[in-house]
């Protein structure tokens, strides 16, 4: 049966058979992701019922012009902004104080780095319910610690500033993430450096400015786009923990498609709400590329520099 | 000074003077890494404890650390409490599947990206890196109406078919492993004869089990704790996962029965946690891997 198969060449072979390993991803690629996109942006432009999705009516930007006098989409969109960036400086500065104190060999390092991440991996309602109790502000175990300080806590989760400060309070409980993204970064800086470095008589300060902070800039680079796109995403905790409220306090872009269109049903809506986001995150993943250059070191690019200068 | 020429008393006196020198740095570094540790390991404690005491004893203020009588009963409320047996199996049977599907498509798309040349590899491979980008909420909705369209909506299937389609991140992880082999291994093995499903099955495969071993540590940890997905196509609670059962429970009993909740919760999690310690060089490696771009 595979006798035309046998008979070919062996490159025609390699590429028959190279096409079939990767069908899956690309079967997967056109339906679930090229084409779901269109039909997101296609539904952007009616006005659809799900329980007749027949009769779904073509009305052009009708969408896109609700959306824009919608206040929540814009309360939304604030909120999503604020937690997404408020949250960056203090999980690169956290990660990084965490990783510099756990990037030395002392004793039980290694059981102190896996205890950091641990919080990383277990994500989820569990999780999101445990900091919901902890949070509680009568008899949670926060204000009763804020307590012991002498300090009223806040009502966290039911006050209307506090709220979203609480979400990014507990998104900083997931810090290991980026601790062991630059303890990897940490382990590639050569000692020759800071060697060098103590030989000019460059102080700790000095050392790290100099060369930790640049060297390792590729690794802060990374969690930077790879936080900022997830927390654009934030979803479990606002749904969980607030329900997008008090008062819309912590509503967010993802919990506001999920509600117009899981609870109202509004599924042209909710697509164009999402392409809204979708095209947010795009420009500011390009922006965030673009100053890369700026600010973030690759060593290969000093290399290619020398060679055409 | 040579350091090997010194008498070893000089040397081990010199050595104790230094770390002298430095008991105060090393004492100031336990105080912050071993309390920050204590810190970050907080909340589970707490959990627990929370998930042993009795219903008055949750609600004392200020709160006491040790459960006072210790209530193990209340582990098997929460397993009773709720159709609890059921969210775990469906859990599992989800996790299963889909880190199965995952696994072996996954695989299998990436030994063909990493070991064989085809035209259009290589743009084909940037698309592949350029939907890593892509935020799952645009495709929330046609695949809703997608799956709604199948007859699929509340069952299990939309947890579990698309990740038979292989996952753009850990494709890119086995792909950027199965650079790193030698090719010499597969010419060897051409000249026996093997055709190209014997160099993924016997030649790749068994070479990249630690990469195999990460993506299997991601997918299981994602797919058991996955809640928006579950939470969009399930509507019968014989049919929920442990996520969306925990997110029922607080609907129906709010604060109420936080001790039950708290045992719940600390079930759910606790397989997670135990899979963490046992595959935790795994979780380092994925890290490792994902450095390699």
Known sequence: MLGWYRHLPYSRREEIAGFLFITPWL????????????????????????????????????????????DLVWIALKNTAIYAIGRMPFVIALGLAIALLLNRERFGV?????????????????????????????????????????????????????????????????????????????????QELYEAAAIDGAGPLRQFIAITLPMIS???????????????????????????????????????????????????????????????????????????????????????????? | MNLLSLPRARIARWEVARSLRDLPLTAIWAILAYGGAILFMTPFVWMLSSSLKTQAQ??????????????????????????????????????????LGDLISSSLVAFGFARL?????????????????????????????????????????????????????????????LMTISVELDDAAKIDGAGFFDLYRYIAMPLAKPALGVVAMYSITSHWTEFTQPLIYLSSKHLFTLAVGLRAFQTEQGFDLVHIMMAMATLAVLPVIVLFFVGQRFFVQGIVLQGMR
């Not at chain 2, 491979?125 to 909420?137: E, G, Q």
């Not at chain 2, 199948?150 to 698309?162: A, K």
Request: charged share 10%; proline share 5%; glycine share 8%.
């Open chain 1, 27 to 70: 079967i997967g690629f056109l339906i679930f992701q090229l084409e779901a996109m269109a039909i997101a942006f296609g539904l952007s432009f009616f006005k659809v019922d799900p329980l007749a999705l027949a009769e779904s009516r073509f009305v052009g930007l009708q969408n896109y012009q609700d959306l824009l006098a919608d």
């Open chain 1, 218 to 309: 590729p690794a802060i680079f990374y969690s930077l786009v790879v936080g900022i796109i997830g927390s654009f995403q934030v979803f479990l905790n606002a749904y969980i923990l607030t329900a997008g409220g008090p008062n819309n306090a912590t509503l967010t872009m993802v919990l506001y498609i999920y509600r117009k269109a899981f609870q109202e049903f509004h599924f042209g809506y909710g697509a164009a709400v999402a392409w809204v986001l979708f095209m947010l995150i795009l420009a500011f993943t390009l922006l965030i590329f673009r100053s890369s250059a700026v600010w973030v070191y690759y060593e290969g690019e000093l290399r290619k520099a020398g060679r055409t200068g």
């Open chain 2, 117 to 177: 040349r085809f035209r259009g590899r290589d743009v084909l491979f940037i698309v592949l890196l350029a939907t890593l980008m892509l935020p799952a909420h645009v495709t929330l909705i046609p695949h809703f109406i997608f799956f709604w369209v199948l007859g699929w909506v509340n069952t299990h299937l939309p947890l579990i078919v698309p990740h038979w389609f292989g996952s753009a991140l850990h494709i890119f992880l086995l792909r950027q492993f």
């Open chain 1, 110 to 190: 290694r059981a102190l780095r896996t205890l950091y991440y641990l919080p990383a991996v277990t994500t989820g309602v569990a999780v999101a319910l445990l900091w919901h109790w902890i949070l509680n502000p009568d008899y949670g175990l926060l204000n009763a610690g804020l307590a012991m300080l002498g300090i009223r806590g806040p009502r966290w989760l039911y006050s209307e500033e506090w709220a979203l400060p609480s979400l990014m309070l507990i998104s900083l409980w997931g810090v290991g993430q980026a601790m062991l993204i630059y303890l990897a970064g940490l382990r590639g800086v050569p």
């Open chain 2, 58 to 99: 949750v609600f004392v203020f200020p709160p006491e650390w040790l459960p006072n009588p210790i209530q193990i009963e209340n582990y098997w409320r929460a397993w009773t409490i709720q159709p609890t047996h059921l969210f775990f199996w469906n859990t599992i049977k989800v996790t299963l599947l889909a880190t």
